[in-house]
């Protein structure tokens, strides 16, 4: 299943993509929010789809949301493709780095890229996103992990490096301006992935392509992440993590090179669709 959000923003309602056209679901659910998947909502879902409904549907003028509803945390892997812990002149972690970002930074997949005033070095990130499905701690494996994931989706994990690096503290406030995490543009379900750690993943700004990775060369895999986690904290049905970025961002080229305003930000991963952003300024 593909699960969708449409309309304006603080007042996105539930849908599904089905060959391709959004319908609406939310005569029949309030939201892809934490009840809902706490409450199994995904099997109730898939029973009422295989009904085969009459579903109305969206228009296309209606925006698309992000694909899940606020999450209660962002979680964040950093330097989890060894290839971009390289060029980031950073040493392959040994555990898994985790910080933040605020869950206001997470909107639509075709939502501006707001560039933060003074913001000098704001940066792309194409990233493997994963939505919790029900609550975890203390998992007692990495492979019991993976029934823990409601599904997978593209995220941007866009950072002010300035903020992020040079700025004192640690790397929260360079990750959590506002609208610096679109995903999107659909949650694609667990049993629909075949295999998370073999997706081909690529991002370019006017343009120009600038990453071209695959999840294969991640450092920890999903299923290690959320096994990893719940160690710490309890992963909660709805919270999100998103698990780093391959090579080619702009802080790694030579010379470094950022977003302006009126840059293009396209990005897309295998089966999980494609992102497009602008930048503007704050």
């Not at 992000?66 to 971009?84: E, M, Q, T």
């Not at 992440?225 to 999100?240: C, N």
Request: hydrophobic letters at 35%; one cysteine or more.
């Amino acid at each position: 299943m593909k699960l969708i959000r449409f309309g304006s923003f603080e007042n996105e309602k539930p849908g599904v993509l089905i060959d391709g056209k959004r319908k609406d679901l939310s005569g029949h659910f309030k939201d892809w929010d934490r009840n809902f998947f706490r409450k199994n909502g995904l099997e109730e879902l898939a029973r009422l789809l295989k009904k085969n409904p009459s579903l109305p549907d969206v228009a296309e003028s209606e925006r698309w949301g992000a694909c899940f509803a606020r999450p209660g945390k962002v979680l964040c892997i950093g330097l989890n493709y060894s290839d971009h812990a390289k060029e980031s002149g950073m040493a392959i972690p040994t555990e898994p780095i985790v910080f933040q970002k605020g869950s206001n930074t997470v909107v639509g997949p075709y939502d501006n890229i707001i560039i933060p005033r003074k913001s000098v070095k704001t940066d792309w990130e194409v990233e493997l996103g994963v939505l919790i499905g029900k609550d975890a701690r203390y998992l007692n494996s990495a492979e019991e992990a993976e029934q823990y994931i409601a599904g997978y989706c593209v995220s941007n994990d866009v950072s002010e490096r300035e903020f992020q690096l040079e700025r004192g503290g640690q790397w929260t406030k360079g990750k959590s301006c506002d609208n610096f995490n679109p995903v999107g543009p659909y949650l694609l379900t667990r049993d629909e992935v075949k295999d998370p750690h073999n997706l081909s993943m690529k991002l370019s700004v006017n343009g120009k392509q600038m990453q071209n990775g695959n999840t294969s060369t991640m450092v920890f895999n999903c299923f290690f992440i959320i096994h990893y986690l719940s160690q710490f904290m309890t992963l909660e049905a709805g919270d999100f993590i998103t698990t780093g970025t391959p090579p080619g961002v702009g802080m790694g080229l030579k010379p470094p090179t950022y977003l302006r305003k009126g840059d293009v930000v396209e990005l897309s991963i295998d089966g999980l669709g494609t992102q497009k952003q602008t930048c503007i300024d704050a």
